[in-house]
């Protein structure tokens, strides 16, 4: 099956850095990618939409400024988490979407990468 | 916004069967997804509807009504192993948004 890789999958850092989690999807081009966070024993909260070559969708709620999402190439995207404090500490999930070559056995299906635990001191 | 409603917590025994509901209030809906968490995993594809009715995948089940708004997962002979959190997912706007619900945490005891 599909294959989304997640880099780092734990990552600690010091208040006021920035930290970068890259997904790649490594068979497959990825048209559109998910970024999630996901709290400690809370479900999956979608953070922003990515499409190649254009800006992202943000949710209501998450701030652009802070999350710098990029999606360059078909089978990268990455997420940046500028001037992290405690607070942004979570699991950070990306999942990626292909482009359509079957449509009859296509189910639209999300492949997630492995996550990225961010603890920021 | 998107309203995706389903229990919190169930129990069941090994061997037996149970079924996670979930309700959905969304625009643009274009196919619901279970997914199957360990915890500190990532999540993992169990099925998918997209039409009214039943999908079965060997130990698992889906059903979609979409008048109603309305999914469940059935997980029959239940093991040790299916202890996780299911969470419902639905995918709205042509693909380009994916919601997922709250997720329902299941213990399965011996």
């Known amino acids: 099956g599909a294959v989304v890789s997640q880099h780092p999958s734990r990552v600690i850092c010091k208040s006021g850095t920035s930290v970068k989690i890259e997904c790649r999807s490594l068979?497959?081009?990825?048209?559109?990618m998910f970024w999630y966070r996901q709290f400690p024993k809370q479900s999956l909260m979608l953070m922003a939409t990515?499409?190649?070559?254009?800006?992202?969708?943000?949710e209501q709620g998450v701030e652009k400024d802070k999350f710098l999402i990029n999606h360059a190439s078909l089978t990268l995207s990455t997420l940046t988490v500028t001037s992290a404090h405690p607070e942004d500490s979570s699991f950070y999930i990306c999942?990626?979407?292909?482009?359509?070559?079957?449509?009859?056995?296509?189910?639209?299906?999300?492949?997630f990468g492995e996550g990225s635990r961010l603890t920021v001191l | 916004g998107q309203n995706i409603d389903q229990p919190t917590e169930m129990t069941a025994t090994e061997g037996a069967i149970v079924q996670i509901n979930c309700t959905y209030q969304?625009?643009?809906?274009?196919?619901l997804f279970w997914y199957q968490q360990h915890a500190g995993e990532a999540p993992t594809f169990l099925s998918y509807?997209?039409?009214?009715g039943l999908e079965e995948k060997g130990r698992f089940s889906s059903f979609l009504s979409r008048s109603k708004g309305y999914s469940y997962l059935l997980l029959k002979e239940l093991q040790m192993k299916d202890s996780a959190s299911y969470l419902c997912?639905?995918?709205?706007?042509?693909?380009?948004?994916?919601?997922f619900g709250s997720g329902t945490k299941l213990n399965v005891k011996p």
């Open positions: 999942s990626a979407r292909g482009r359509q070559a079957q449509p009859q056995t296509n189910t639209g299906e999300l492949f």
């Open positions: 068979d497959f081009q990825a048209t559109t």
């Open positions: 990515s499409n190649e070559g254009s800006k992202a969708t943000y």
């Open positions: 969304t625009s643009g809906f274009n196919g």
């Open positions: 509807n997209v039409l009214d």
């Open positions: 997912a639905v995918l709205l706007y042509n693909f380009n948004k994916f919601y």
